[in-house]
């Protein structure tokens, strides 16, 4: 249920265009104390704010629970222990001070990973002004969330790279299948495309960065008969459009997802053992896809990548053919926004 939680907030975070995560936000029981031996209403403070937060996180930029403990934390200390204990990115906790003319609110958010408080809210009202007060403290603790991660985001949409431009060059080993694998061995495959990314990343998830890269590509790949056939040279040619969908982390690790429609053009020659040479053209249309790791090197401008590529081509007999294969890419420096 939590994953697919995650997949609903990522896949509307790139249309309401605020991060594609809820922050992991844990919630204590806040502690209630009076100071002049006031009578406490019988309300439930903590119940209460955190129905009025989950009322003002209209974008769901909050993975937002509570924890059920009976001991409601009151140093850094207990906060530090509990956070570690409810494994959560963040912990709201404090202090809610009774008297009988005013509600005095205190509440902090304890950063997990940097052990200390990063922010501390604070609101006031009179007794007849309960419900204004969940509001206002409801109002601060999302503000704040809103804002740091839109200063997150703004960060990332100034670090987008439009209109890039690279080339790429691929060596590789192509093989055939049945029946096609009887008579013909593959080479080597040599191709060289061009590419755009229209904006780069184009969304973000978490630590995934996400690109979508259009291109076009030519391909060549020579072949030859196998022992014991008449003896042939195979040219393969295609021509492509491939499209491309990738995603990075780390700023150095890339995997990637292609498709490519092709043109697939073969030329075989023949030299006849009692006849003359035969040369034989043929056409198909070819469907190609491609699973791969690529490492970018610092500056990010060239990279080094491993694909496996498949490839259908459309004849009679239709030939299928699998290729490992090398590529270096060449990334041209985009616009800024």
């Known amino acids: 249920m939590r994953n697919i939680k995650t997949l609903l907030l990522a896949v509307l975070g790139c249309f309401l265009i605020i991060p594609a995560w809820g922050l992991d936000v844990s919630m204590a029981d806040l502690f209630q104390y009076s100071s002049d031996g006031s009578t406490y209403r019988k309300v439930n403070i903590t119940e209460d704010l955190f129905k009025g937060l989950r009322k003002q996180d209209k974008t769901g930029i909050l993975s937002l629970s509570r924890v059920r403990s009976t001991h409601s934390p009151k140093s850094i200390l207990d906060a530090a222990r509990l956070s570690e204990k409810e494994n959560k990115a963040y912990l709201l906790y404090g202090f809610v001070k009774v008297t009988s003319g005013y509600y005095d609110f205190e509440v902090k958010l304890y950063d997990r990973k940097a052990g200390r408080i990063q922010k501390v809210f604070y609101a006031k009202d009179s007794i007849d002004g309960y419900e204004t007060l969940i509001d206002t403290m409801s109002d601060r603790i999302i503000g704040y969330f809103n804002k740091i991660l839109g200063v997150t985001r703004r960060k990332r949409e100034a670090e987008k790279e439009h209109e890039v431009f690279d080339v790429e060059t691929t060596v590789g080993y192509w093989i055939p299948f049945n029946p096609w694998a ?12 061009g590419g755009f990314t229209p904006v780069e990343p ?10 979508l890269r259009y291109g076009i590509s030519l391909n060549y790949s020579p072949g030859m008969n196998r022992e014991g056939y008449e003896s042939f040279f195979l040219h393969t040619m295609r021509f492509g459009f491939p499209v491309r969908i990738s995603a990075m982390w780390h700023e150095k690790n890339k995997v990637m997802l292609q498709v490519s429609p092709e043109l697939q053009v073969d030329i075989l020659v023949q030299d006849r053992l009692y006849a003359d040479t035969v040369v034989e053209k043929s056409a198909a249309f070819s469907l190609s896809g491609a699973l791969g790791y690529e490492y970018l090197f610092s ?3 060239v990279s080094l990548g491993a694909a496996l590529e498949f490839h259908t081509a459309f004849y009679t007999a239709v030939l299928f053919s699998l290729e490992p294969s090398l590529y270096v890419r060449y990334r041209f420096k985009g616009k800024g926004k």
């Open 299 to 301: 500056g990010k401008r």
């Open 202 to 211: 184009l969304f973000t998830w978490d630590i995934l960065a996400f690109s």
């Open 182 to 193: 009887q008579s013909l061995m593959g080479l080597v495959s040599v191709s060289v495309s």
